[in-house]
């Protein structure tokens, strides 16, 4: 608890002296029961971003709902050249022509029992989540997990990405995600903690 989340008042004793009494305004006791809220949803924050876009909005969903954050890295970093879209023959361009891709993605040290929630970002490529994802999600037992997806996208919206995960993986209990690519860091950490809570 910081100085800001408390009011100090004084109450006369019986010699005479002034005794502060700390009290906690009603504002600030909101503030802790939203905390308490978010402590006690234990969640992961796992992420793949090409560019750094995705993984700055991972970053304050992280920090918003105190969760562990993780990214999802290909074994191959793409360069520049694999993700111009404008390529048909580009790598990234190949993997999404071919619903049946699986690009290899490095192991991670996670055990995903471990958590109630698990916020899965990503930038939106041809209308839907990077191939990457979807070895993510094969490579961890998510059957009957909450997943809130997110996404950057330079044009697209978001839902017809989750359409298609939850159409794939029909065994998770997908939400209906957020398009993320205006929202400020408050709107970002107001959007996570809200989701916490319903």
């Known amino acids: 608890m910081t100085i800001t989340d408390v009011q100090t008042f004084y109450r006369t ?3 005479g002296g002034d005794n502060p009494v700390v009290m906690r305004t ?3 006791k909101e503030k802790e029961m939203d905390n308490d809220k978010n402590a006690a949803a234990k969640v992961l924050v796992a992420y793949f971003s090409a560019t750094g876009t995705t993984a700055r909005k991972a970053e304050l ?3 918003a709902t105190r969760g562990k954050i993780a990214e999802i890295m290909p074994e191959e970093t793409y360069s520049s050249a694999d993700l111009d879209w404008n390529n048909p023959r580009s790598r990234s ?15 991670e040290d996670i055990d995903i029992n471990g958590y109630d929630v698990v916020f899965l970002g990503y930038p939106i490529w041809w209308d ?4 990457a994802v979807n070895t993510f999600i094969e490579s961890h037992s998510l059957k009957g997990k909450r997943v809130v997806p997110f996404a950057t996208s330079g044009g697209s919206t978001i839902a017809n990405s989750v359409r298609t995960l939850k159409r794939t993986y029909p065994e998770i209990r997908w939400n209906d995600g957020k398009l993320l690519n205006n929202a ?6 107001a959007w996570a903690k809200s989701v916490l809570h319903n």
Request: charged content about 40%.
């Open 13 to 15: 004793s019986a010699d």
């Open 26 to 28: 009603k504002k600030n």
């Open 61 to 63: 969903i992280a920090g």
């Open 93 to 107: 361009s190949s993997e999404m022509k071919n619903p049946a891709s699986r690009p290899a993605i490095k192991k």
């Open 128 to 131: 839907e989540a990077p191939r």
């Open 184 to 189: 400020d860091a408050a709107d970002v950490e």
